[in-house]
């Protein structure tokens, strides 16, 4: 029952726009009689997923952030297996009480350190990843942009945005293509910009 709703919900606001844009197209038809208005559709979401652009962005994340990770949570792991020895050796009584309370106000201390570490991790994570995709996204719709000028194409429509296409409205691939040259195009010119190896 949810699905239909939403079904309908979609549909509706398809046909609002649908509603919205013949106005537009007719009059951009009267205006331009001897060039046809031309429409296209782009996948945003296969761009966001699949550009080099977008590879890069995810490999300099991992690159920046996993090997942290990797050292808090061995940090932890480290934590646990104290605290488990600890515990071993309260159950046997081989430690004194003083001894005890010591190392289970050391234990604490850390532990608080490394939720702290751990929060701040997750944050600057977080941050760091939207503003990715920020940047991302911009450069979707800049390239999305000089492909529809390039081409030109009066409207672009994003994947959310109809509902039946045909594939040869479908511009999808030539904006991949050119994030890719972009791509290259901005690796050749860091490339060329760094400063020669002594050797």
Known sequence: MNGFSTFIQRTASHCLLAVL???ALAIAEDNA????FRIAIVDVSVLLENSPQSKAANEKLKSTYVP???SLNKEQQ?????EEAL??????????EADK?????????????????????REEVRTARDTAVDNLQSQIVLAIGEVRE???IDVVLRESDYIVASNRVDMTNKVMQHLEQKFQADKAAATS???PRKE
């Open 21 to 23: 844009l013949l106005p």
């Open 33 to 36: 009689s001897t060039s046809p």
């Open 68 to 70: 942290r990770e990797e």
């Open 78 to 82: 480290a934590i646990q297996q104290l």
């Open 87 to 96: 515990a071993v050796r309260i159950e046997a009584g081989t430690v004194s």
């Open 101 to 121: 309370l010591e190392q289970q106000r050391e234990l604490r201390d850390r532990k608080r350190k490394n939720v702290r570490a751990l929060e701040d991790f």
């Open 150 to 152: 390039r081409e030109q």
């Open 193 to 195: 910009a760094e400063p």
